[in-house]
């Protein structure tokens, strides 16, 4: 089984439900079928038959799921690549990560296939904040097994219609897709940042699912006034919700159920919790999911699924740390790099960032590990200010939940973040703006 045979399967079922919404087209089930058929003649015709890797590098969300479901159809195992790869950059991590094809509007032959590709049907990419993205191979089952669940956990199904924005290379809005499309639900699709054209989607599809990174969600807040009575699902993943967002997002969502989840590319969704858990646990991004098993070692979450990629030892650990609350829920303390060391002290940039955010003239702020030549490391705070204050007001006022040494060296002011391809957080730019500012107020 593959996503390609759903397609089809929804295109004989119900031809003419709405599958996709993009750019203010509908396509049907029917229509979503017939142009997965169309890349799939083009690709057999080119490449001919057998099974093989394929990079596809398309921008809009719409090309990357026919060529996606087209791959499948034709019998390759797709891989969807960040729409910000240039050719050279495509045929180079094709080259490295051994896929045999690559489609950037041309179809051209990569690298050797050395890979048993017999169980799998997809490939996902990382990130790839630290280099070259890595490539990791999925079964159609280490998904598809927890759809059941995860529309359970989520209140989703056959009527979902939802909204999400960005690349589909994101593996969250990937899983959304696969999800929907497992259920024979209708996506909402937008592939850039405005708000306010998200905002009328949501109204005049009558969007009753929004699934975007708490990022994305407080430009929407920032945006927006209006509420939205119809939606009764919000998800947020990829960071902690902080509780202003997350009260904000019920006056703006007044009869929706809100979930933060934490999961990983390499594995699936790990834990979740409510709007409520939320509320009486910050800083916690659940319990874990039905048939998850998370546990601690050394102050590192170790996590034992069956939903993980090919190849991927169980237990494992991605570096996260955490630990337990006495009512059993995991507190979050900071993905890989977000522990600093500092003059010897250890110091999570999450609880900085948590700290910053409950700061009354704090709209939103991230705290990321920089160099320091005296104490090895230290921090770097981002923020977007609701009102007036310099580095020296907002370290003032920290030091009544933090001590000295976990006030962040550095305060750059901004009015919105610079996000990557996959629509998450640009690291790289806020640390080149760190340095840029450094021994300087920076607000």
């Keep these: 089984m593959d996503y390609a045979a759903l397609a089809a399967q929804w295109a004989v079922e119900t031809p003419e439900k709405a599958a996709v919404i993009a750019n203010g087209r509908l396509y049907t089930y029917a229509d979503l079928d017939s142009l997965a058929e169309r890349y799939a003649e083009n690709l057999r015709k080119q490449a001919g038959a057998g099974r093989g890797t394929l990079l596809i590098v398309r921008r809009r969300p719409l090309e990357q799921m026919t060529a996606f479901l087209g791959a499948e159809k034709a019998g390759f195992v797709p891989v969807l690549g960040h729409p910000d790869l240039t050719q050279q950059m495509a045929f180079e991590l094709a080259r490295v990560r051994g896929i045999g094809w690559v489609d950037t509007g041309f179809l051209e032959p990569a690298a050797p296939e050395t890979r048993d590709l017999s169980r799998v049907c997809m490939g996902v990419l990382s990130s790839g904040t630290t280099g070259l993205p890595k490539l990791m191979y999925r079964t159609y089952e280490s998904w598809a097994d927890f759809f059941f669940e995860q529309n359970r956990i989520f209140g989703t199904g056959p009527d979902t219609v939802a909204f999400i924005e960005g690349s589909m290379s994101f593996t969250g809005n990937l899983n959304v897709w696969a999800c929907l499309l497992a259920s024979g639900a209708t996506l909402v699709v937008s592939d850039g940042i405005r708000p306010r054209s998200w905002a009328r989607a ?242």
Excluded at 233 to 245: F, H, I, R
Excluded at 358 to 367: E, H, I, K, N, Q
Aim: hydrophobic share 40%.
């Design 202 to 443: 949501i109204a005049q599809y009558g969007v009753t699912c929004v699934y975007l990174v708490p990022v994305k969600l407080k430009l929407f807040l920032r945006s927006v006034t209006a509420a939205f009575p119809k939606v009764r699902t919000v998800m947020a993943g990829s960071q902690l919700l902080d509780e202003g967002t997350a009260r904000a997002l019920k006056h703006t969502f007044p009869r929706s159920e809100i979930f933060l989840y934490y999961g990983a590319s390499e594995l699936d969704y790990i834990t979740s919790l409510t709007y409520e858990e939320l509320l009486a646990h910050p800083g916690s991004v659940g319990r874990p999911c039905r048939g998850v098993r998370v546990f601690l070692q050394d102050g590192l979450i170790y996590v034992s699924t069956p939903y993980h990629v090919e190849g991927l030892p169980q237990p494992c650990t991605l570096g996260d740390a955490g630990h337990w609350d006495r009512d059993g829920y995991l507190i979050f303390e900071g993905r890989r790099g977000q522990i600093v060391n500092k003059g010897g002290l250890t110091i999570s940039c999450t609880r900085v960032e948590e700290a910053l955010l409950r700061l009354p003239a704090v709209s939103d702020a991230v705290v990321l590990a920089i160099s320091d030549g005296q104490r090895g490391q230290d921090m770097a705070a981002f923020v977007i200010l609701k009102e007036e204050r310099n580095a020296a007001q907002l370290r003032q006022a920290l030091r009544e939940t933090l001590l000295p040494s976990e006030l962040p060296k550095v305060f750059v002011r901004l009015t919105e973040f610079p996000l990557n391809a996959a629509g998450k957080i640009d690291t790289k730019a806020l640390l080149a703006k760190a340095g840029r500012v450094a021994g300087q107020d920076g607000m």
